[in-house]
């Protein structure tokens, strides 16, 4: 492992940069635009715009985006403001975007991550790998002063499109970005976190994109406006269960929402959805990117990167950028900060003038050296820069940090061999009064959540908490982070007779600062502030299989094992290190009936509250296993 700081040059070339003309102005001087309709196997053509450098005193690579959300402006005359990295446009290269099958201006039918076929047999076999393929092959062809090697790059659903590009299998197309790419939506992407359904994105989200778009377009469809109310605790709650939503929202118009309703489990039409286990025999470089707090997907940068790496040979180009960023936030924002926690420095132009630019530069232009370590990696705590030969690293050893009595949480069980006999914590879960996400009342959900501060929910009796004592060393954390609870659910008669029951269990990794803490943050105290490093839902009729859900006899002692996204995350001397558990995070994710029914077909009637034992006995050991760096390296 290594340790980076931010270069002083990066300071030097950002003042330069702010001497330099607008990049709406530079790309209008020095590019040319114009529109192509652009013809697949099948006969369907994709809207597509080129931007070419007037320079022609040299070939150039072509860069590539292909986006469900429009390649606007259209027009020839009508040119986009900036790219998204700059550096890389003053370098010249040829932009290429295009509007993916069915959507805005192109021709055909849309599908939402459509499914990967690895077995072609006719040009009537086409998906978005296919689509890919037969843009580069024409850009190769016709698109003047390319020097015949393609990029692709793109954020969240435009990074689906980037990793079909890797199964393209196009011979021209030599390094390929995923970045925050959307991979698997049952999962851990967007709109399912390990199978609970993540009510106020999908609703949102699918509102307006999962309109029907009959004919091309240029116009995007408009989402659900009528809220009523500044509040979304108060809105999804009152909204009343699942099927609620299509009737008196959605009208059941929106094919997607429809789907989703009618696949509870990841049954086969989840699993062709997911790209992963195609992702063998890779050829072009790639370079995954993501943020440690994006609160959308988090999931599919490190299990991309993680899939190339298990299924391929050790000589593959396959390289992970994890920083401190919110969704895109490394092209959108300076990274210097997220909410109420700072990060010491601007994280988002380093990684563009010393990451992705020279990745490009190397594998496109041939030019540079290619020095990049496979894993680079920001500390959050430290706030540093690292470097890894592999993630997760090979130093980073598994640690128990048991849940006990009292709200400890240790590496060691207070009892030596075992704790107390019959010791537990219990909490009531009601959904009619879910544990929300955050303490402020807001209509849109944040970004910054995925740092708050968590002392709204330790006060809260639905809530348990488990922290160290004040730590005297620094206290690294370098991979994913596994929940192992024990756990029994008591409807206390509420259910219907012989009924299963259900729940979802919320875990939360968080920094506690030091009491004496001084300073703050938009008016926040610093002393004693709560960072939520990492946190996860999990719903429990999935714990042996999310092909297979099962009930929970009540009463009986039942273990919930689940891993959370991974971290990277230093807890400082004098802080402590504390585990939230909890069984709903409203509106993120919907309400659990917490009986043993189809969510997506429930009544208001069926939900019900429980009484969630959790326990730390001498057989029954709850804990979570952290992945701990070694001081030693």
């Keep these: 492992m290594k340790l980076l700081t931010t270069l002083p040059f990066l300071l030097l070339s950002l003042l330069l940069g702010a001497q330099e003309t607008s990049d709406a102005e530079y790309i209008k001087a020095n590019y040319t635009k114009r529109e192509v309709m652009v013809p697949m196997r099948d006969g369907v053509r994709l809207f597509t715009s080129i931007y070419t450098p007037k320079d022609r005193s040299r070939k150039y690579p072509v860069l590539m985006r292909r986006t469900p959300y429009s390649c606007s402006p259209y027009g020839t005359d009508a040119y986009v403001r900036s790219f998204q990295n700059m550096h890389l446009a003053r370098s010249g290269y040829i932009f290429v975007f295009q509007d993916v099958r069915g959507k805005y201006m192109s021709e055909g039918e849309y599908m939402d991550v459509r499914p990967f076929n690895p077995d072609k047999k006719s040009n009537q076999d086409t998906d978005e790998a296919s689509d890919t393929y037969d843009t580069a092959e024409w850009l190769i062809r016709y698109a003047s002063g390319n020097n015949g090697r393609i990029g692709v790059y793109g954020i969240s659903y435009p990074g689906f499109y980037a990793t079909m590009a890797i199964l393209a299998g196009h011979p021209a197309i030599k390094a390929v970005s995923p970045q925050a790419p959307v991979t698997d939506w049952f999962i851990g992407d967007d709109f399912h976190h390990n199978g609970a359904f993540m009510l106020m994105d999908g609703f949102r989200f699918y509102s307006g994109f999962g309109k029907p778009r009959p004919e091309p377009t240029t116009r995007g469809a408009r989402g659900f406006q009528d809220w009523n109310t500044p509040d979304n605790y108060d809105f999804f709650l009152q909204a009343g269960a699942l099927p609620d939503f299509n009737k008196k929202y959605l009208k059941g118009e929106i094919p997607f929402w429809n789907q989703l309703m009618e696949h509870p489990d990841m049954d086969s039409w989840w699993q062709a959805r997911n790209p992963r286990p195609h992702l063998k025999n890779i050829k072009p470089a790639v370079l995954t990117v993501g943020g440690l707090f994006d609160a959308e997907d988090c999931f599919g940068a490190w299990n991309v990167y993680k899939a190339i790496e298990g299924q391929n040979p050790p000589t593959t180009s396959n390289r992970l950028v994890m920083g401190p960023w919110s969704h895109g936030g490394w092209a959108r924002n300076n990274g210097d900060r ?282 029954h050991v709850s804990k979570v296993e952290l992945p701990v760096l070694d001081s030693g390296q």
């Design 338 to 619: 997220l909410g109420n926690v700072t990060f010491g420095q601007s994280t988002s132009p380093f990684y563009q003038t010393s990451i992705e630019f020279p990745f490009f530069e190397y594998y496109l232009k041939g030019e540079g050296k290619m020095d990049l370590p496979d894993a680079y990696i920001f500390e959050t705590g430290s706030n540093r820069w690292t470097t890894y030969d592999t993630w997760p690293p090979s130093m980073a050893k598994n640690a128990h940090y048991y849940l006990q009595e009292g709200g400890l949480l240790s590496p060691e069980l207070s009892g030596g061999t075992g704790t107390s006999p019959n010791s537990f914590d219990r909490y009531i879960s009601d959904p009619a009064k879910p544990v929300p996400y955050t303490e402020d009342v807001h209509l849109r959900r944040t970004r910054e959540y995925m740092t708050d501060d968590q002392r709204f929910a330790a006060r809260r009796p639905d809530v348990l908490v488990y922290q160290t004592p004040v730590l005297e060393k620094a206290l690294t954390l370098t991979g994913p982070v596994i929940a192992d609870l024990w756990v029994s659910l008591d409807d206390r008669g509420k259910a219907a007779d012989g009924q299963l029951l259900d729940a979802d269990f919320v875990v939360k990794l968080i920094d506690v600062f030091p009491d004496t803490m001084s300073g703050e943050e938009n008016g926040v105290p610093l002393g004693g502030f709560q960072m939520l490093v990492r946190g996860e839902i999990f719903r429990g009729r999935y714990r042996n299989s999310f092909e297979k859900p099962e009930g929970f006899q009540p009463r009986t002692k039942t273990r919930v094992r689940f891993e959370l996204p991974d971290v990277a995350h230093a807890f400082q001397p004098g802080h402590k290190l504390m585990i939230q558990v909890q069984s709903s995070w409203f509106p993120l994710a919907d309400r659990n009936p917490q009986q043993f029914v189809n969510i997506y077909e429930a009544a208001d009637t069926d939900f019900i509250p429980l009484e969630i034992t959790l326990y730390h006995d001498n057989e």
